[in-house]
């Protein structure tokens, strides 16, 4: 995504930034996007374009009151912890996007609720892409509207042995926590239904080193397994597949969320797989169609899972908004009966209908590059 775009966007939007008053005396409701800029890559950008767009229906809604903004903290915030707590602060601010992983999150969960003060200024987060099994029930002002990892493993499993129907699988993951846990999970499921582990590898953290890819590259052909399984960062998963390709074997590879990056990668590596939450290329309601249109008038190009989910996110909790006003706990309650008191919000991720431990049971898709 160009980021020039961005920025000519928003000078082009009135309701972004400015004062906290709407023209019509009404008060705005801030969304804030836990977007740090500087982060390496943009990777936050799709949060905030997601975001962005959610703003611009939910004030078509309002036929054209300008009820809502996006905010962010100050551009040369770049610790999740002091965004956190310059969104908290922001009286402005009735819920929060973000975090974007599941590290900012754990980071930055205590100041979102507020501990220091008992709660006093807590804020509701809504996360996009924080996948983290333990952040389940971590507390009652974090939320996400993603599958966890542990739903998304078994996903991968059933995938590959009910669609692809490939039986043999050799598991290579990034050697973090959400590699390993989510190794964990698909083998416990791959084996449980009947499919077959004939090896478990883990890659060292942020591995650049070609001969270490070599290695496991001339190990996996020895192997022959029928499918790679692969937790971890898409260019991690470029660098194996390139050392695979270089010594003559091509075998598929099946990735979790984290390997969405591969999609730049798609002429090289058609046979990639991997879990996503959204594609704007079988994007099949009204909503996720105007939000596709939408994207690409607003960015030049069609949106990604992770601002689909950042969309589905904000929407939430512009509706929590509108029903409930712009007291903090009444949206938090709000939220919290989604899927339970009150029927689930119909996203263009799927339905979100939060369990007791504020995650969603929708499962996850499974994409192929390019697809």
């Known amino acids: 995504m160009h980021r020039h775009a961005l920025t000519a966007f928003f000078l082009l939007?009135?309701?972004?930034?400015?004062c906290s008053n709407s023209k019509d005396g009404t008060k705005e409701f801030g969304i804030g996007v836990a977007y740090n800029p500087r982060e390496e890559g943009h990777a936050g950008d799709a949060m905030l374009y997601g975001t962005q767009i959610a703003v611009n229906f939910l004030n078509a809604e309002q036929k054209g009151r300008n009820k809502f903004r996006v905010i962010t903290a100050p551009?040369?915030?770049e610790d999740p912890i002091t965004i956190a707590n310059q969104l908290r602060?922001?009286?402005?601010v009735i819920g929060v996007v973000g975090p974007r992983t599941s590290g900012e999150a754990y980071?930055?969960?205590?100041?979102?609720?507020?501990?220091?003060?008992?709660g006093r200024h807590a804020v509701v987060h809504l996360s996009p892409t924080a996948t983290s099994p333990g952040l389940s029930g971590i507390n009652?002002?974090?939320?996400?509207v993603v599958p966890n990892d542990n739903q998304n493993a078994k996903t991968v499993a059933q995938f590959l042995l009910?669609?692809?129907?490939?039986?043999?699988?050799?598991?290579?993951?990034?050697?973090n926590s959400y590699g390993r846990d989510f190794a964990k999970v698909f083998i416990q499921a791959f084996r449980a239904s009947y499919g077959t582990v004939i090896s478990r590898s883990p890659l060292p953290l942020n591995s650049s080193d070609s001969v270490t890819y070599a290695v496991y590259a001339a190990y996996l052909k020895k192997l022959n397994p029928e499918v790679i399984v692969f937790p971890g960062s898409a260019e991690m998963a470029v660098a194996l597949l390139r050392a695979l390709k270089h010594i003559g074997t091509t075998i598929p590879i099946v990735g979790g969320d984290d390997m969405a990056g591969i999609e730049a990668q798609a002429a090289e590596f058609p046979s990639a797989w991997y879990v996503a939450y959204f594609n704007s290329k079988t994007a099949t309601t009204q909503q996720s169609k105007d939000f596709d249109n939408a994207f690409v008038a607003a960015f030049k190009v069609h949106p990604d899972q992770r601002a689909a989910m950042a969309f589905d996110a904000a929407m939430l909790i512009g509706r929590a908004a509108l029903a409930a006003g712009p007291d903090r706990t009444k949206i938090r309650d709000y939220i919290e009966s989604v899927g339970k008191e009150l029927s689930a919000y119909e996203g263009i991720g799927g339905a979100v209908a939060f369990d007791a431990r504020h995650d969603v049971g929708k499962s996850a898709l499974m994409k192929k590059v390019g697809k």
């Not at 602060?89 to 402005?92: F, G, N, Q, T």
């Not at 980071?107 to 008992?118: F, I, N, P, R």
């Not at 009652?140 to 996400?144: E, G, N, S, T």
């Not at 129907?165 to 990034?174: D, G």
């Open 107 to 118: 980071a930055a969960v205590g100041v979102y609720s507020d501990q220091e003060h008992a």
């Open 89 to 92: 602060e922001d009286p402005a």
């Open 140 to 144: 009652k002002w974090f939320f996400r």
């Open 13 to 18: 939007t009135v309701f972004v930034g400015g």
């Open 162 to 175: 009910d669609t692809l129907r490939l039986k043999r699988a050799s598991v290579v993951y990034e050697n």
């Open 75 to 77: 551009p040369d915030l």
